[in-house]
């Protein structure tokens, strides 16, 4: 019998490793970063964001004929005129255009992004990205300071989205919008989303806010200083500077940069709050209330014990959950409702505090006072679906077995270490896969 069960369990982790070509993505309407590039003089990198991990699944050949691609072109045009596209902006748009295998080639590669948050921050808020960002403040100090009286969002927080997107402009990408919007559309792993993002595209040109020659970004679609999608763009692009259009490809950032402040004011962000301050924890804190689910005032998490890093008070601003990026041997964070703003952006935690960081640097306030577990190597993608699926065989429901390590799985191993008498911080380490197996 013992031979049957070991055959049956083989047979099934290679069903599941087999499974990871056809896995979800972390969030379906988020959109992809640009590449990090090597630029000797600009940032470190050109756009740091941890991007949600894309399927690994080739649903077609990478290098494929055109055929196809104009085959599908063709029934896109019907919907497209449908969707009230006018047949001569589709002519302008769509004559000529090719299958870029670039795009193809650079999703599928998304897949094996993995990088601690200790080594994220360090390009996300290296000292050129910060002094760079000063510069930036010094240039645009004027347009800045309308940008925040006219929104309620502060100059810096702009000015870091501005600066982990695109370097400051250094890199808004070269890649054609529609091209790229309509191979990834055609490719079919997210092809919804991406035709959603096509016909937006397509209504930004009939609108005359650009022509599609013009229109460029990222090679997934993101345009602009502040990489906007073509629905982000409709939803949310300003023209602040007056001229009658909202023009996010410019030289000039103003209409980019006034757009992510809308883009940030329009879901709610507070002015003067906070999106996080670094807190050290007491001797005995209970870990289990190191949750999203749990919210308190500041005064109320001092009656706990937490106190700022800098040992001072901290104001109640608001409620705020305790949140720890890597686990117990990391920095602790009091995030306040800000934080839940800059994720409507990109709902990385990485990116999130990456934004929060550099604007407070750019503030003024220094590093991290806490230390990161530098040592411990982080989960691959796979083991990370590994931990999810142990945790849930374990009677430890992630509700998804994805890669992505978010609040469901976060509870999920909180409440597997409370049931073992482990220190239920919630962080999913290499020794702790190694207990499961």
């Known amino acids: 019998m013992k031979y049957v069960c070991g055959f049956v369990a083989a047979a099934f982790w290679a069903s599941i490793l087999q499974a990871e070509t056809s896995n979800t993505t972390k969030r379906p309407q988020i959109r992809p970063a640009l590449d990090s590039i090597q630029l000797a003089s600009a940032d470190l990198t050109v756009s740091i964001r941890p991007v949600p991990r894309p399927t690994t699944g080739m649903h077609r050949v990478v290098v494929e004929g055109n055929t196809s691609f104009e085959t599908w072109l063709n029934a896109f045009r019907h919907r497209a005129v449908a969707a009230g596209i ?29 990088k601690p948050i200790w080594e994220y921050l360090d390009s996300a808020v290296s000292d050129l990205r910060i002094a760079n960002g000063r510069k930036a403040l010094v240039r645009y100090n004027d347009t800045l300071d309308r940008i925040e009286a006219r929104y309620g969002v502060e100059k810096e927080v702009v000015v870091a989205v501005w600066g982990l997107e695109t370097s400051y402009g250094t890199y808004r990408g ?34 005359g806010d650009i022509t599609s020659d013009r229109m460029t970004g990222s090679w997934a679609g993101a345009m602009g200083h502040t990489q906007f999608m073509p629905t ?14 909202r023009d996010i490809w410019s030289d000039d950032p103003t209409d980019a940069l006034a757009s992510a402040a809308a883009y940030l004011a329009k ?13 050290r924890l007491p001797k005995g804190f209970d870990y289990a209330s190191a949750s999203r689910d749990v919210s308190l005032l500041p005064s109320e ?30 920095v602790a964070l009091m995030i306040f409702d800000n934080f839940s703003v800059i994720e409507r952006y990109n709902g990385a935690d990485a ?13 003024g306030q220094g590093p991290f006072r806490a230390s990161w577990p530098r040592g411990e190597r982080v989960l691959s993608f796979a083991e990370r679906k590994e931990l999810q699926l142990r945790l849930t065989l374990a009677g430890f429901d992630t509700q998804a ?12 191993l909180r409440a597997y270490q409370m049931a073992r008498g482990l220190l239920p911080d919630g962080y999913a380490t290499v020794q702790l896969l190694e207990r499961m197996r």
Do not use: C, M
Not at 232 to 245: C, I, K, M, Q
Not at 270 to 277: C, H, L, M, R, S
Not at 301 to 320: K, P, T, Y
């Open 267 to 279: 879901f709610g962000w507070t002015k003067g709050q906070p999106w996080a301050v670094e807190v």
């Open 174 to 207: 070269s890649s054609q919008t529609i091209r790229s919007l309509a191979t990834l559309a055609h490719d079919g792993r997210r092809a919804q989303f991406f035709e959603t993002q096509l016909l937006a595209a397509l209504q930004i040109v009939q609108a």
């Open 301 to 330: 998490w001092a009656a706990r014990g937490v106190r700022a890093a800098n040992g001072g008070g901290i104001a109640d601003f608001g409620l705020a959950s305790i949140l720890l990026p890597a686990g117990s041997g990391g």
């Open 401 to 412: 077995i994805d890669g992505r390590i978010g609040p469901n799985t976060i509870n999920a």
């Open 232 to 245: 982000s763009y409709l939803e949310h692009a300003v023209d602040f500077d007056g001229d009658g259009r």
């Open 86 to 114: 006018r047949p001569q902006v589709l002519d302008r748009s769509l004559s000529g255009l090719t299958y870029d295998t670039d795009a193809i080639k650079r999703d599928r590669s998304q897949a094996e992004f993995s």
């Open 351 to 363: 990116y999130v505090i990456g934004i929060g960081h550099l604007s407070d640097r750019l503030a």
